[in-house]
Antibody, heavy 122, light 107 residues
């Protein structure tokens, strides 16, 4: 079964750091681009960042550029999101998602994790 | 960055109705558009990609159309399980922005 399982969320003070992990199973992890998408409480979806299968390419939303770093360890089949200089407005459920189609970015995201909650508050 | 605008923001409909949701891009995105369904407390589910390609396992009552800047998602005959929030997302250049969502409610 294709599955993604996020972990690492929690409560952190403004200015703090957190690292999210997403463990993948059931597919050839290294063949697929992976993204992080977040959803603030009661709000819509916001795409955060993407990384290619080989980790050779990364892109970020302007709202997190310079503060968040996406990475992956294909040997461990795990995706990461290092979040630094956290702000109250970063409070959200963070989902990891697999892009549909080997090597493709353009066909949407077909497998999603259950989400992990990040709360930034003093 | 490309902005995505969905309309309406919410719609009330009955089981069996035909419903259309519109998504407009601030600039041309060819056919690089995806549609998702999200139910409360759950992760989004991919319905359509490349504007009109139905994702495997998604019922055929869902259809998508459009290219350039204007796109639609149509549900031909609403079923009880279709009441949810729907999002479009452009998948052209990064950032892959989502629309603000359309909440489909039971009338």
């Amino acid at each position: 079964e294709v599955q993604l399982l996020e972990s690492g969320g929690g409560l952190v003070q403004p200015g703090g750091s957190l690292r999210l992990s997403c463990a993948a199973s059931g597919f050839t992890f290294s063949s697929y681009a992976m993204s992080w998408v977040r959803q603030a409480p009661g709000k819509g979806l916001e795409w955060v960042s993407v990384i290619s299968g080989s980790a050779g390419g990364t892109y970020y939303a302007d709202s997190v550029k310079g503060r968040f770093t996406i990475s992956r360890d294909n040997s461990k089949k795990t995706l990461y999101l290092q979040m630094n200089s956290l702000r109250v407005e970063d409070t959200a459920v963070y989902y990891c998602a697999k892009h549909y189609g080997s090597g493709k970015y353009n066909h949407g995201m077909d497998v999603w994790g259950q989400g992990t909650t990040v709360t930034v508050s003093s | 960055d490309i902005q995505m605008t969905q309309s309406p923001s919410s719609v009330s409909a009955s089981v069996g109705d035909r419903v259309t949701i519109t998504c407009r891009a601030s600039q041309g995105i060819s056919s690089w558009l995806a549609w998702y369904q999200q139910k409360p407390g759950k992760a989004p589910k991919l319905l359509m990609y490349a504007a009109s390609s139905l994702q495997s396992g998604v019922p055929s009552r869902f259809s998508g159309s459009g290219s350039g800047t204007d796109f639609t998602l149509t549900i031909s005959s609403l079923q009880p399980e279709d009441f949810a929030t729907y999002y479009c997302q452009h998948t052209n250049t990064f950032p892959h922005t989502f629309g603000q969502g359309t909440k489909l409610e039971i009338k």
